[in-house]
């Protein structure tokens, strides 16, 4: 049986996993409260948050900021179809997060 730590089944709590700053998880749940919560948009929302935290690289980090957006956007629009005028107003706030997060790096 492996120690704890050397089992590769168990991660220590030192290993690099991806992530977002703490403060990103309760701005996104801020930015989507004005619509309706259904298991849909929650999955949605994990989809983003996901995205987000493996988005790597300062190069990089725009461009995979707006690939986590376009298909957060892409979900509530076909999937759950809101709105355009609620979904621009969405859209800016996920991009003025995504440059505040970018500015944090």
Avoid at 3 to 22: K, Q, R
Wanted: hydrophobic letters at 40%; charged letters at 20%.
């Amino acid at each position: 049986m492996a120690a704890i730590g050397n089992d590769p089944e168990t991660p220590s709590t030192t290993e690099d996993v991806p992530s977002t700053p703490g403060w990103v998880e309760g701005s996104v749940a801020e930015i989507l409260a004005v619509l309706p919560q259904q298991p849909a948009l929650a999955s949605l929302r994990n989809a983003y948050l996901d995205c987000l935290a493996g988005a790597r690289g300062p190069n990089d980090l725009d461009a995979a900021h707006d690939r986590c957006r376009a298909t957060l956007l892409k979900g509530l629009r076909e999937g759950q179809q809101v709105p355009e005028g609620v979904l621009t107003q969405i859209e800016q706030k996920l991009e003025a997060l995504e440059a505040a997060i970018t500015d944090g790096i």
